[in-house]
């Protein structure tokens, strides 16, 4: 069982940043790669970001490559989502994942763990 747990949303003006956080806990968190997704009002969850327990790979959608950076701390277990030049479009409530193993992955049947949310709002 691993729980995960975001922080770190706001309400932001264009062009902004911030820095979300997941805190990952439980006894097999370290055999399992980390993901975020958003989703904004009316559309689905989309994949933003990957990246393996140890950080040492790492995979973006195109949509925030550039722009946002994923990384971890393991030995906190934290990930980190950095959002920079932030546009009202990424308005969202961004979502950490947990997926078991090293693979990393986009769609969201892969991923067996969620957080519960933290929104971003940027304004314009």
Same mark, same amino acid.
């Given at each position: 069982q691993v729980s995960l747990g975001e922080s770190g949303g706001g309400v932001v003006q264009a062009g902004s940043s911030l820095r979300l #956080?997941? &805190? &990952? #806990?439980? =006894?097999?968190? @370290? @055999?399992? @790669?980390?993901?975020?997704?958003?989703?904004?009002?009316?559309?689905e969850r989309d994949f933003v970001a990957a990246? =393996?327990? @140890?950080g040492g790979y790492t995979y973006y959608a195109d949509s925030v490559k550039g722009r946002f950076t994923i990384s971890i701390d393991n030995t906190k277990n934290l990930v980190y989502l950095q959002l920079n030049s932030l546009r009202p479009e990424d308005t969202a409530v961004y979502y950490c994942a947990a997926s078991p193993g090293l693979q990393l992955? #986009?769609?969201?049947?892969?991923y067996a763990y969620w957080g519960q949310g933290t929104q971003v709002t940027v304004s314009s």
């Open positions: #956080s997941c &805190a &990952a #806990s439980g =006894r097999t968190v @370290s @055999s399992h @790669s980390m993901g975020w997704f958003r989703q904004a009002p009316g559309k990246i =393996r327990w @140890s992955w #986009s769609q969201e049947r892969k």
